[in-house]
């Protein structure tokens, strides 16, 4: 069992920073491939970062390349998501998740789900 709590959200401008963060409890840390997935309203939720369980592989949604950066820490468990120049289109609640012993970023299964934070980008 693997318990994810976000932290980070809020309302920001457009052109702004948020930083999320996703602190892991229970398992080895190490043994999850992480991601985050965003939900807007009204629409399904979807992958926007991943990292492999080394942190030396990534992925990322077409729509956040060049402006939103994961991390991960595995000696504090944790991982992150640097988003830089948002959007008003990135507004969504955003959810971390873990895939016990996947070996790619693009994470196709999930088995752990945060609660989510709200990320609101104002126009």
């Known amino acids: 069992q693997v318990q994810l709590v976000e932290s980070g959200g809020g309302l920001v401008q457009a052109g702004g920073s948020l930083r999320l963060s996703c602190a892991a409890s229970?398992?080895?840390?190490?043994?999850?491939?992480m991601g985050w997935f965003h939900q807007a309203p009204g629409k399904e939720r979807e992958l926007v970062a991943g990292i492999n369980r080394s942190g030396t592989g990534t992925y990322y949604a077409d729509s956040v390349k060049g402006r939103f950066t994961i991390s991960r820490d595995n000696a504090k468990s944790t991982v992150y998501l640097q988003m830089n120049s948002l959007e008003p289109e990135d507004t969504a609640v955003y959810y971390c998740?873990?895939?016990?012993?996947?070996?790619?970023?693009?994470?196709?299964?999930?088995?752990?789900w945060g609660q989510g934070t709200q990320v609101t980008v104002s126009s």
């Open positions: 229970g398992r080895t840390f190490s043994s999850y491939t």
């Open positions: 998740a873990a895939n016990f012993a996947g070996s790619s970023p693009y994470m196709r299964n999930v088995d752990y």
